[in-house]
């Protein structure tokens, strides 16, 4: 390695074509990650994983300091059951793994909403286990305003659903609700609400449940997204939303249903100042508290997405949780690679101090 010796090697995984020539590091769209490994003097090496090679993909980890994952939970009707499964076998034999498999569920699901509701950064939230529950508690909740639903597993806007009632039940009528899913290039439209609450039970059988938020009025100011290592928030994203807004009118052209691109800031950006405090003082502690987890275990990178809360009574900004993404965190700001490299040196060389004992 140029520079001086290696004090030792972390794999960089994600999910590819095992079939396909070797990656270089180069050509990798985590470059910028193994410059940044290299400049801590640990050698950076590109690990491709599949399903069908996973006895291969073990053996190189065991050969390994530690692994950076990025795959994310489902993809093409995929998901992380066997590689999880081989990271906890890797974790137990001393490798270092971020982000480790036994902290993603407590995480990286959307019960995290709910187990964390009575933090600042919290809201009106349920958690709903059956379509039974689901049943129960939805109209009289809507009643007081339009919910958000989503299912407990899943990403890029599957099973996430604004609802808003339409007309109510009666005697002679059932209640009318207006949907849309989160899904790019979703309409809205109108169901009987014993419908749509019936649609929703893949969610149950598939992800183990729902969690059903207050609609935020403000979704179309922006989100926020907080970048993290560990304990430290280390950047910001921005964006407008475009997700469970009113698509636009045909009239508008095809830019208007363009996603805007997300901008990406240093953890100094002034406007968020506010929110990077909060967290770093309180929030995440909080969710440490309520999720046991300690702060070297916290993933190396990991991100909160946060939207605009109702103004206080002075008009200062409240922000509402809306997700936690611990699986497959990137891009990220360019300021969150020293630190992500930092960390995961400290990782790694804390799981071989273990491994000597």
């Known amino acids: 390695m140029a ?30 990650v193994f410059d940044a490994l290299e400049a801590c003097q640990v050698a950076g090496e590109p690990v491709v994983y599949a399903d069908d090679v996973v006895d291969e993909v073990r053996k190189r980890l065991l050969g390994l300091d530690g692994v950076l994952i990025w795959v994310d939970p489902i993809v093409n009707g995929q998901d992380r059951s066997r590689l999880d499964a081989m990271l906890r076998e890797v974790a137990s034999e001393g490798v270092w793994v971020s982000a480790h498999p036994d902290v993603i569920p407590r995480m990286g699901t959307k019960d995290v909403l709910y187990r964390t509701r009575h933090l600042g950064w919290g809201t009106d939230t349920r958690l709903y286990r059956t379509i039974d529950e689901l049943r129960e508690s939805l109209p009289a909740l809507l009643a007081a305003g339009p919910r958000v639903l989503k299912q407990l597993r899943g990403n890029g806007g599957n099973g996430v659903w604004k609802v808003e009632l339409v007309s109510n039940a009666s005697p002679a009528t059932e209640a009318t609700v207006r949907v849309l899913h989160a899904l790019r290039g979703s309409a809205i439209e109108e169901t009987r609400l014993s419908d749509f609450i019936q649609s929703c039970r893949p969610y149950f059988e598939r992800s183990g449940g729902m969690v059903d938020q207050p609609f935020q009025a403000r979704l179309g100011e922006g989100m926020i997204r907080c970048y993290l290592v560990h304990n430290r928030v280390v950047g910001f994203g921005f964006q407008l939303v475009k997700a469970l807004m009113p698509p636009p009118h045909p009239e508008a052209g095809p830019e208007a249903a363009e996603v805007p691109p997300r901008l990406y800031y240093g953890p100094s ?89």
């Not at 206080?312 to 690679?337: H, K, M, R, W």
């Open 3 to 32: 520079g001086g010796t290696a004090v030792g090697r972390i794999g960089i995984l994600w999910r590819g074509d095992a079939g396909a020539p070797p990656p270089t590091r180069e050509t990798s769209r985590f470059r910028r």
């Open 269 to 357: 950006k002034p406007e968020f100042q506010v929110l990077k405090t909060k967290l770093e003082s309180a929030w995440v502690l909080g969710m440490q508290q309520v999720l046991s987890i300690e702060t070297e275990s916290l993933p190396a990178i990991w991100d909160a997405d946060f939207l605009y809360g109702p103004k206080t009574a002075s008009g200062e900004d409240t922000y509402v949780l809306c997700e936690i993404n611990v699986q497959s965190v990137y891009p990220f700001p360019e300021e969150a690679l020293e630190p992500l490299a930092q960390a995961s040196v400290a990782g790694m060389l804390a799981a071989k101090n273990m491994r000597r004992r």
